[in-house]
């Protein structure tokens, strides 16, 4: 036991000489206190084409604030924040900009049926999604989702949700030209799949190098790993070889998110990296593939050697010039007040990796 936690702490030991401050500068949005019962979650951030930022997050717990979401906007490239609006019965939720509008899609409350907003005054105002006519897309079954990316794929937007409790992955698409808005207007698909013993959950929807669209997906419990499941052109079917499907995958076991950079040429992505040293969500590393399926961390972007109360999780990103800016669901301290638990955050934070292109080696 002894030699345990010595060879335990002489790792975190290492990976600090090594690396430095593991501790980012993050800029705060928005503070919960642990006494509220209303948790930080679901973070998402878009770039706007004007250049200025979106982010939103729900909150989860048993306080006021519950199944809600906050939409946050920043002028001055994320330096200070001011709150737009606040969203009831909307969870599990993400940003994105289609043809003049902002959309914000996600969930009525936890395991609520799927539902879309639009804002056309840079996120001050939302259309209320009270019908299939204005923004409920499905029926009352229990989605279950978080802030994975919206994608274009032949001539289609596509976004990922799942069944709770069911081993089935979900997948809505539109028209590019569709009223985004009009249930009708959009199309559902159902996989099934085995789960290979985990549960997969939160899939990005990407497109891989040769062409196909896949979805890389978490596989809850399982460490570093991830699923890779390859969908039909149309969307309507879908190939999984365990073999060769369950790939290395740094942060596979918690939510992340992947995107790819037309100038690297590479998939990218910021997780927590479960293993080396053990961790939870206290190890934020940045990660690049050429392929999809061999990854590799170009960055270590924060340790704290606490598990148990510390956290930078849930990250989502985008690219902004040579760098890459992000909003952090995390669990710190703040005005004297510290977490009680890595997984109920108390703070959303605001992180930009400057020249993410450049490796650490």
């Known amino acids: 036991m002894a030699v345990t936690r010595f060879l335990a702490v002489l790792s975190v030991y290492c990976l600090l000489v090594a690396f430095g401050p593991l501790d980012p500068d993050t800029t705060l949005i928005a503070h919960s206190p642990n006494d509220s019962g209303n948790f930080i979650g679901s973070p998402s951030i878009l770039v706007l084409q004007s250049g200025r930022y979106l982010v939103s997050h729900d909150f989860f717990g048993d306080g006021p604030k519950a199944n809600s979401t906050d939409v946050y906007f920043s002028r001055d490239g994320g330096e200070s924040w001011q709150l737009q609006a606040s969203l009831p019965d909307q969870f599990w939720s993400g940003l994105f900009e289609h043809r ?183 190890h934020l590393v940045l990660t690049s593939s050429k392929d999809l399926y061999h990854w590799q961390i170009e960055r270590r972007l924060a340790f704290h050697p606490d598990a148990k109360r510390y956290s930078w999780q849930y990250a989502d990103w985008q690219i902004d010039g040579e760098d890459l800016v992000a909003v952090l669901r995390m669990a710190g301290d703040f005005g004297g007040e510290r977490p009680s638990s890595a997984y109920l955050s108390n703070l959303l934070g605001f992180l930009r990796v400057e020249n993410f292109r450049d490796s650490r080696d």
């Open 100 to 282: 003049g509008g902002l959309y914000l899609i996600g969930t009525r409350g936890e395991f609520g049926p799927v539902v879309i907003r639009r804002s056309l005054d840079m996120g001050r105002t939302w259309t209320q999604p009270d019908s299939p006519q204005l923004g409920v897309l499905t029926d009352d079954r229990p989605y279950h989702g978080a802030a994975v990316p919206v994608i274009e794929y032949g001539q289609r937007l596509w976004r990922g949700f799942e069944f709770k409790g069911d081993r089935v992955l979900v997948l809505l698409s539109a028209s590019v030209d569709a009223t985004l808005l009009e249930r009708s207007h959009w199309r559902q698909v159902e996989l099934s799949h085995d789960g290979s013993a985990s549960t997969w959950l939160e899939g990005n929807l990407v497109v891989a190098p040769d062409g196909a669209l896949v979805s890389v997906l978490r596989r809850e419990f399982a460490d570093d790993t991830a699923a890779v499941v390859k969908l039909s052109e149309d969307g309507s079917r879908f190939k999984h070889d365990s073999e060769v499907d369950v790939i290395q995958f740094p942060g596979g076991g918690s939510k992340f998110t992947i995107r790819y950079d037309k100038e690297s040429g590479r998939y990218w992505s910021i997780v927590n990296q479960q293993t080396d040293p053990d961790a939870f969500r206290n």
